[in-house]
């Protein structure tokens, strides 16, 4: 790396695990590409050791951070200010840091609206089913809700996540009211039929499709619900065709796998940092090729 110099500015990814994160590989190809002098590593930090890093962050005068599980809520308690979406949701995945002042984004939704949008799939106006409730599936309610969704029903199993879901969804409504939210049990499979058919776009973000555990599961067991106007995404990136999707194709509908998502929060958070478009064809073609 001969680029490196005394004036190279730090940027990384904290979290705990981050050793098998595409970031670094994806922030310092596009660094290079645009001949911009920053370089990205990424640091194993637990969560109880959130903020010392971002004290040193300061510190050393890092640009910023990329924020995975488990500290994105820890991150969170630590900025000097927040984006709306992060202020509703209480997590963020990108801290800029201006000269020691410290704004957390979260990007994850965004880069979920934004992966749609590059398939030519637009969230104002529509009505979206989803199902889940953890991190993934809020960042996505609440920027759907922000970029003028008219109607989210929201799907989870009556686990701990569920009364979470139910909070979440009265922060969505104080914030964009008028933006219908539903919550409901994901175990009322009539129910998710009723509200799918009259649905424009069907989300999953719950760990239901991911290899190794839930491979041959998907969160849709009534395949009536596909119609042929209906979008579905999934969040799962591992495999690449869920359950999910593959039963949704057959039905005709148009799908729209998870690793975009990855690619897009990361355009987001790259645009925070340097005002600049990431090289996202070169990018796509190079880290996110199906
Ligand atoms: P999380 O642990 O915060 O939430 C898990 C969700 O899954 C909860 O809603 C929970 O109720 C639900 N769930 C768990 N077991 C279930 C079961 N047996 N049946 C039905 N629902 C069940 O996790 P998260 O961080 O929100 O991740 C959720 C998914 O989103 C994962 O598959 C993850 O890979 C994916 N994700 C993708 C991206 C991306 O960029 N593509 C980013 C973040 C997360």
Not at 13 to 24: A, E, F, N, R
Not at 41 to 66: L, W
């Amino acid at each position: 790396m001969d680029r490196i110099s005394g004036h190279t500015g730090l940027l990384a990814l904290i979290g705990s695990p981050v050793g098998h994160s595409g970031s670094p590989a994806m922030y310092n190809y596009s660094f290079e590409k645009l001949g911009l002098d920053y370089v990205y590593v990424a640091f194993d930090v637990k969560e109880d050791k959130v903020p010392d890093a971002i004290q040193a962050m300061k510190t050393f005068n890092m640009r910023g951070c990329n924020v995975t599980m488990p500290d994105k809520i820890a991150a969170c308690k630590c900025m000097d200010e927040l984006s709306p979406a992060a202020k509703i949701i209480g997590a963020v995945n990108t801290i800029v840091n201006d000269n020691g002042k410290l704004t957390g984004h979260i990007t994850d939704g965004e880069g979920f609206n934004n992966n749609l949008r590059d398939h030519g799939v637009e969230v104002k106006g529509k009505k979206i089913s989803i199902a889940g409730g953890g991190g993934a599936a809020t960042a996505i309610q609440v920027q759907m809700a922000l970029d003028g969704a008219r109607e989210i029903s929201i799907f989870n199993v009556k686990d701990a996540f569920f009364d979470r879901v139910v909070e979440m969804a009265e922060k969505i409504r104080n914030a964009v009211p008028e933006c219908v939210v539903n919550v409901f049990d994901l175990a009322d499979t009539a129910k998710m039929t009723e509200e799918i058919l009259s649905s424009d776009i069907f989300v999953n973000a719950t760990i239901v499709g991911m290899k190794p555990n839930f491979e041959d599961q998907s969160v849709v067991k009534d395949l009536s619900a596909f119609h042929k106007d209906l979008v579905v995404a999934d969040t799962v990136y591992n495999p690449a065709e869920t359950k999910l999707l593959k039963d949704a194709k057959a039905a005709g509908c148009k799908t729209v796998n998870g690793k975009g998502m990855l690619l897009w929060q990361g355009v987001s958070a790259f645009k925070l940092y340097t005002g600049q478009d990431m090289p996202v064809e070169e990018v796509k073609e190079l880290f996110f090729k199906d």
